[in-house]
């Protein structure tokens, strides 16, 4: 069992940056793949980011390309998602997930683990 906190959540105006960050608590952090999920009002969850459990290869939503990072730190048993030049398209709440994996997978039912979000809105 594998318990994910995520935080760092907000409102910022468009151009500004968030760090979200998710805690794992559970069975071992390192033997999961990570991704960051987004959910908008009447939209389907889509994938963000996502990182292998070695750190060693990470994935992107294309319209995040450029702007967004995945990175994790196993020792400490979190995974980061840092968000630069936020648009208002970026409002959502955004999900932390965990696979027993080695690598990224899209698709939401590949997650074994799912944290109880955080909201992330950007002002125009």
């Known amino acids: 069992q594998v318990q994910l906190v995520e935080s760092g959540g907000g409102l910022v105006q468009a151009g500004g940056s968030l760090r979200l960050s998710c805690a794992a608590s559970?069975?071992?952090?390192?033997?999961?793949?990570m991704a960051w999920f987004r959910q908008a009002p009447g939209k389907e969850r889509e994938f963000v980011a996502g990182?292998?459990?070695?750190?060693?290869?990470?994935d992107y939503l294309d319209s995040v390309k450029g702007r967004f990072t995945i990175s994790r730190d196993n020792a400490k048993k979190t995974v980061y998602l840092q968000m630069n030049s936020l648009k208002p398209e970026d409002t959502a709440v955004y999900y932390c997930?965990?696979?027993?994996?080695?690598?990224?997978?899209?698709?939401?039912?590949?997650?074994?683990?799912w944290g109880q979000g955080t909201q992330v809105t950007v002002s125009s």
């Open positions: 997930a965990a696979r027993y994996a080695s690598g990224i997978s899209w698709p939401s039912r590949s997650y074994d683990y």
């Open positions: 559970g069975r071992t952090f390192s033997t999961y793949a």
């Open positions: 990182i292998s459990r070695s750190g060693g290869s990470t």
